[in-house]
């Protein structure tokens, strides 16, 4: 079988399994099993590809036919230019929470200290250290599986080599990112100058009519927000007085639909010059505010 060949009986089977954007998905997958990028694919789509390979990227077409993320297959999805390691305990990065990460770099100042509550795989806060200097900070996660792979992503993605500045082996930057198992502030200690939250926001009810790619395997626990989706943001707005410095911000992510209950909620705790952000598609997307100094 050819390299075109293979392609296109992929992009048949996906088609038939239903999975959106079926020739992308193809070509991704030849590329991470086989090594045969598009422009490979354009100029020697003649070639032969070898039985091994054929079986290796069949056998992840198979997969993706079953409608396993094709992120969970190659492992990895890029966030904010970087590429984050990916498994079935963590959400995948999605582009729309780029919006956060870069609304929150608007408001950092080097040496601030972060908190991301539902850190999951980490992408929200390694990427704002890694846009700015000497800021720390703290994820924390309900999932130990997750924290291990936000690690992981930290490793890798904070990593300063000794190239980079001669003085130091290691970077201080890795060690100013740690990683903790608690249920929201449970067990949090300290002030932080900004806390940024992507928390699960789906309505259980809303849960069964998701893609299946998402409902079926993406974790659950990253996305069920309760009854009416703000469980996690009443109790992150009722908590985060102790954690926050007076004059510091609160950036969440929404889902669409949330952003007047959220500004609400937000106001409502003293949080001051309260805003609404949109996506790209024009949907509400993020929701600042300011800790007023009044209680
Ligand atoms: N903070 C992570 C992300 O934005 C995980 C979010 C979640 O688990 N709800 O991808």
């Not at 999932?143 to 300063?160: F, I, Q, T, V």
Request: glycine share 14%; hydrophobic share 40%.
């Amino acid at each position: 079988m050819t390299c075109g060949g293979a392609w296109r009986s992929a992009c048949e089977l996906l088609r038939s399994a239903g999975v959106p954007e079926a020739e992308v998905d193809a070509g991704l997958l030849l590329e991470y099993a086989c090594g045969v990028n598009r422009g490979d694919l354009l100029a020697h789509g003649d070639r032969p590809l070898d039985a091994g390979k054929q079986e290796a990227y069949f056998g992840l077409v198979e997969k993706r036919c079953s409608r396993i993320p094709l992120q969970y297959l190659t492992g990895v999805q890029n966030f904010m230019g970087l590429d984050f390691l990916v498994d079935e305990h963590v959400l995948i990065p999605r582009q729309d929470t780029e919006i956060l990460a870069e609304e929150a770099l608007k408001h950092l100042h080097d040496g601030m200290r972060i908190l991301d509550l539902c850190t999951g795989s980490g992408c929200i806060l390694i990427s704002l250290l890694h846009y700015t200097n000497g800021c720390s900070g703290v994820g924390v996660d309900l999932s130990g599986e997750a924290l291990a792979l936000a690690d992981r992503n930290a490793g890798r993605l904070l990593w300063r080599s000794a190239g980079e500045d001669d003085t130091a082996a290691l970077g201080g930057t890795y060690e100013s990112c740690s990683f903790r198992e608690s249920d929201l502030f449970e067990r949090v200690d300290g002030v932080f100058d900004m806390i940024v939250s992507n928390p699960p926001y789906i309505k259980s009810g809303e849960l069964d009519g998701l893609m299946p790619e998402v409902r079926d395997y993406e974790p659950q626990m990253a996305l069920d927000g309760g009854g009416d989706g703000l469980t996690f943001y009443r109790r992150i707005i009722g908590q985060c007085r102790e954690y926050l410095r007076r004059g510091g911000m609160l950036l969440f992510e929404i889902g669409c639909g949330q952003g007047e209950a959220v500004s609400r909620l937000m106001e409502q705790a003293g949080f001051l010059e309260v805003q609404v952000i949109k996506d790209y598609g024009g949907l509400d997307r993020v929701v600042s505010g300011t800790l007023g100094i009044m209680p």
